[in-house]
Every structure is written in structure tokens, then in C-alpha cells.
């Protein structure tokens, strides 16, 4: 299984029941996935991403801040007009746009954008800021929420989009073979609870660089499993 590290998903919605982020985060933890959901505001998207290099893939919802500075009707949840609405959405859309170039800089994965507003729209804004070239990024992929229920086998529908996507497939396969064999490389010499240090002092002793002479000893190792578990 190559997609089978932690999932994200940025959504006001992701705690709240019957909605698509709450439909999609159940049927990704009935998988057994570890998914982490944020409806932190999208300034503060900065601060967790250093967390998020090894995702498998992210669900950031475009409209994540649409409804701030709106009131809304009595008894409804449909928010009306206020005055500065239009400048309102022009700053968030901006606030969207910096948070989709931090998660690219900081993951390799795809990265779901879903959203209720026209696709073309986003993409247009997206050109704008030169994150897309003709609506398009080989890490992007652009969805409606609908498409992205519970009921369509998200799942399946990534494993078929990495799959399709050499490097990918390919990082995630080496990813996999390279956890694999750092666990079993570890868990073999932990009844030799020294070896470091003995390694250390061995190497200092001989005039060799430590650090390097260790790390290059621990990489031919795990290096070398990893020929049996890819």
C-alpha cells in the first residue's frame, strides 16, 4: 500500500456532523488512517506544515474563510451581504493563495483543493499568483466537495491519481521501503545498546570524521535493506 501515511484536511467544517470534511474524515479513519483535521484559520497554516512533509495526500477547502465578517440571516446559516464583502473576499482569497504555496513547498503529495465556487475561478486566481500554468499543477488536483463524499471511494480515487504520477509513486514507494528498513536496521542492533558510541569512539580514534563516518555507516545500512524491502 503506498498511500498509507497520515492525511490531512483543512476545514471549518471537519467537526461538524453530516458535512462532506466530517463524511470524508469517518471514512478515511474506518480505513485505519491516522487523519488530522484543521479548522485553524489559514494564517496560521505556517505554523503546522513543517508537521505535514510525509502526508500522503491534503483536502484544503477553498472556502475555509468565506463566510468571516458575515452575518448571517435569523434562524438560517446562509450569510448575507455586509458592507466590504467584496474587499473581504479579495483578502481571503489572498490568505488562500500564500497558505496552498506554503503546504506545496513543504509536501510532496497530491493536494485536494475542494470548493462549492466555479473551478475555473480558482484556477484563474491560482494563474494569477503563478502557482498553476493554464489551471494546471502536477500536485494539484481541483474538486467539488460532492465529489469528495465518503461515498465515492476517495481512497481509490488517490491510489489511481499517484498511480498515474511517476514521482509520486515513486517517492512513495521509497518512503515506504525506507521506513521499513531504518525500523529493521534499528530494532537488529538495539541489543547492543553502546554501538554508537563505540562506533563514535572508534572513528575518532582513527582520525575520522565522527558525524560523517557514522552517518555514512547507518545509510549503507538501511541502503542495503532497502534492495529487499522495494
Not at 448571517?72 to 448575507?80: A, C, M, N, R
Not at 558510541?197 to 555507516?217: E, H, N, P, Q, V
Request: net charge negative; glycine share 4%; aromatic share 12%.
Amino acid at each position: 500500500m503506498i498511500v498509507d501515511d497520515i492525511v490531512a484536511i483543512f476545514d471549518d467544517e471537519c467537526e461538524k456532523e453530516k458535512s462532506d470534511a466530517y463524511l470524508i474524515v469517518q471514512y478515511l479513519k474506518g480505513l485505519n488512517f491516522p487523519v488530522v483535521g484543521y479548522s485553524v484559520p489559514p494564517l496560521e497554516i505556517e505554523k503546522v506544515v513543517k508537521n505535514l512533509y510525509g502526508a500522503s495526500f491534503i483536502i484544503f477547502d477553498w472556502e475555509y474563510t468565506n463566510t468571516a465578517g458575515q452575518a448571517l440571516k435569523e434562524d438560517d446559516e446562509t450569510p448575507i451581504p455586509t458592507p466590504g464583502d467584496s474587499e473581504l473576499k479579495k483578502e481571503q482569497k489572498d490568505v488562500q493563495v500564500n497558505s496552498l504555496k506554503n503546504l506545496l513547498a513543504a509536501t510532496y503529495c497530491p493536494i485536494f483543493i475542494i470548493s462549492q465556487e466555479n473551478i475555473n475561478d480558482i484556477k484563474n486566481a491560482l494563474d494569477a499568483a503563478k502557482i498553476t500554468t493554464d489551471g494546471a499543477h502536477p500536485r494539484i488536483l481541483f474538486c467539488s466537495k460532492g465529489d469528495l463524499r465518503a461515498d465515492r471511494k476517495l481512497f481509490d480515487y488517490v491510489k489511481d491519481w499517484i498511480g498515474n504520477h511517476i514521482p509520486v509513486y515513486v517517492l512513495k514507494t521509497w518512503e515506504l521501503a525506507a521506513r521499513r528498513s531504518k525500523f529493521d536496521v534499528f530494532a537488529e542492533l538495539e541489543p547492543y545498546k553502546d554501538w554508537p558510541r563505540i562506533l563514535w569512539r572508534t572513528y575518532k580514534k582513527d582520525g575520522d570524521d565522527a558525524s560523517f563516518a557514522l552517518s555514512a555507516l547507518i545509510c549503507r545500512a538501511i541502503m542495503h535493506r532497502m534492495c529487499f524491502n522495494c
